[in-house]
């Protein structure tokens, strides 16, 4: 790993806010209808993280998220040093990546969700989706699956059979939280997120251990 893997992180993760929070900007002018919105809300943030994921991956993984980087580094696959300096990449590139949404749609650069999301089945959708997306992860990788493909179709489907949205990523969850858009989550929201979603991750940590276990990718 390199200052170049670092860059990546932050790089990869500033282009996934500023597809998330630049493509609700978009569909609220375009369209009045809540689930339109949604509907385009998804399929730029699963195009997004599938050509980042490719185009980033050799580099550096393309975790682009501290969830995911927290798992591997439970792994042992990466260090705790090199974790630690990945989250604070992906945390300074999602806020990077609000800003630069609202620069793209002439909108004031320091703003503060109000947007309220909370409460149990928030929580709990929370949890599933990052769950979810880890598990993906980790058997994509085991079975040898293009990871690409699976978390932007995983990503997908969790903007809708989840209450939350499916953030499923604490760095774009802070992120989220500096735009009164319609991608917003209100600050004080923020630590029940968190939570829910450290906790789905090392959840399918320990799952995939055991489940994947014996199913490692033949070597090329």
């Given at each position: 790993?390199?200052?170049?893997?670092?860059?990546?992180?932050?790089?990869?993760?500033?282009?996934?806010?500023?597809?998330?929070?630049?493509?609700?900007?978009?569909?609220?002018?375009?369209?009045?209808?809540?689930?339109?919105?949604?509907?385009?809300?998804?399929?730029?943030?699963?195009?997004?993280?599938?050509?980042?994921?490719?185009?980033?991956?050799?580099?550096?993984?393309?975790?682009?998220?501290?969830?995911?980087?927290?798992?591997?580094?439970?792994?042992?696959?990466?260090?705790?040093?090199?974790?630690?300096?990945?989250?604070?990449?992906?945390?300074?590139?999602?806020?990077?990546?609000?800003?630069?949404?609202?620069?793209?749609?002439?909108?004031?650069?320091?703003?503060?969700?109000?947007?309220?999301?909370?409460?149990?089945?928030?929580?709990?959708?929370?949890?599933?989706?990052?769950?979810?997306?880890?598990?993906?992860?980790?058997?994509?990788?085991?079975?040898?699956?293009?990871?690409?493909?699976?978390?932007?179709?995983?990503?997908?489907?969790?903007?809708?059979?989840?209450?939350?949205?499916?953030?499923?990523?604490?760095?774009?969850?802070?992120?989220?939280?500096?735009?009164?858009?319609?991608?917003?989550?209100?600050?004080?929201?923020?630590?029940?997120?968190?939570?829910?979603e450290i906790t789905g991750a090392v959840a399918a940590a320990?799952?995939?251990?055991?489940?994947?276990?014996?199913?490692?990718?033949?070597?090329?």
């Amino acid at each position: 790993m390199t200052l170049r893997a670092f860059g990546a992180e932050a790089l990869g993760t500033a282009l996934l806010v500023a597809a998330v929070v630049g493509s609700g900007i978009m569909a609220e002018r375009l369209t009045g209808d809540a689930a339109l919105a949604l509907m385009a809300n998804t399929a730029a943030t699963a195009a997004a993280l599938y050509v980042l994921i490719v185009v980033l991956g050799p580099v550096s993984g393309a975790h682009l998220n501290p969830a995911v980087t927290l798992v591997f580094a439970l792994r042992g696959e990466i260090a705790p040093a090199m974790a630690a300096v990945f989250a604070v990449a992906q945390v300074a590139g999602g806020l990077a990546g609000t800003l630069t949404a609202h620069a793209m749609f002439d909108l004031p650069l320091g703003q503060v969700s109000s947007t309220v999301r909370t409460g149990g089945g928030q929580w709990l959708a929370e949890s599933i989706a990052t769950f979810g997306l880890v598990l993906a992860i980790l058997g994509a990788l085991r079975g040898g699956a293009q990871v690409a493909s699976v978390v932007a179709c995983y990503i997908a489907a969790a903007y809708w059979f989840t209450a939350s949205t499916s953030f499923a990523n604490p760095a774009v969850a802070l992120a989220r939280a500096f735009t009164d858009t319609f991608a917003g989550i209100r600050p004080a929201d923020l630590p029940g997120f968190w939570m829910a979603e450290i906790t789905g991750a090392v959840a399918a940590a320990g799952l995939g251990r055991w489940l994947f276990a014996g199913n490692e990718k033949p070597p090329a």
